[in-house]
C-alpha cells in the first residue's frame, strides 16, 4: 500500500492538471493520468507472457515493438517530458501502430483489431469532440494499409494468412462502424456529464448565498432581539421605581394618596 501511494504521487507528478475541475479539459486530462496510472503496471504484466509467446513464434519485430511501447509509456508516467497533450498523442500514435504490427505478425484474427479500437476509445476519451473523428481516420488508414500488405507482402511470407477483398472490406467497416459510433456517443455522454457537473455547481453557489443571506438575517434579528430586550429591561427598571416608591411610604399615607 505505501509503494502504491508512492508510485501513485509519482505519476501525479509527472502528469500535472491545469485549469478549473469544472472544464472538460480538465478531467479529459485527469482520466489520462488514470489510464497511466494503471497502463504501467498492467503492460508490464503483458509484457513477459507476450515476450515468450513471441520469442517462441519467432516475431521478432513484435518483441522490440513491446519493448518500445514499454519504454515510452515508462517515459510517459515518470517524466514531465514531454507535455501532457504530447503524451496523449503519444499514447494514440503507440496504440494504433501495435495494432498494425500485431495484425501484420499474426493477421487479423490475432488482438490487432482489439487495439484498433480501444484507440478509438482513447481518442474518444482523451481529446475535444472535434478531434474524436480521428480515430475512424485512423481505424480506416490502418485498415488500408494492412489490406496492401495482404495483397503485396511487404514484411509477411506468402505463406502468411490471406484474406479475400470482400472479407477485409467486411471487417474494415465494422472496425469504422464501431470507431465511429464510439466518437459520437463518447463526447455526447462527456457533455451531458459536464452540463450536469456544471448545474450542480450553480446550484451549490445559490444554496450558499441563500445560506449567507439567511446567516446574515440571523444575525440581524439577534441583534433586533438583543435590542428588544435591552428595551424592555430598561422599561421595567422605570416602572419598578414608582413601585418601590410606593412600597416605601406609610400605609396610612398610600391610603390617603387613593382617597
Known sequence: MKFWKKYKEL????????????????????????ILLYLIPFSLLALIPSFWVNFMGGFHLLILFDILAVCVVYLMGFTQLPSLKTKKILLIVLTNTLALALMVELGSFGPGLMYLVSSGVFVALLFPPKDSWYSVFFGALICILFGLEMNYNFFRSNSAE?????????????????????????????????????????????????????????????????????????????????????????????????E
Open 11 to 34: 505519476v501525479w507528478r509527472s502528469t500535472p492538471l491545469e485549469g478549473p475541475e469544472t472544464s472538460l479539459d480538465y478531467w479529459r486530462d485527469y482520466l489520462f493520468r488514470v
Open 162 to 258: 490471406k484474406i479475400d477483398f470482400v472479407g477485409w472490406f467486411a471487417i474494415s467497416v465494422n472496425v469504422v462502424f464501431v470507431n465511429g459510433v464510439i466518437a459520437k456517443v463518447v463526447p455526447i455522454l462527456f457533455e451531458k456529464m459536464h452540463q450536469s457537473i456544471v448545474a450542480t455547481k450553480k446550484m451549490e453557489e445559490v444554496l450558499l448565498l441563500k445560506q449567507e443571506d439567511l446567516n446574515e438575517l440571523v444575525h440581524e434579528l439577534e441583534i433586533q432581539n438583543a435590542n428588544l430586550n435591552q428595551l424592555i429591561k430598561g422599561v421595567s427598571e422605570d416602572f419598578q421605581e414608582p413601585i418601590l416608591y410606593l412600597n416605601d411610604l406609610p400605609k396610612d399615607s398610600v391610603q390617603f394618596h387613593r
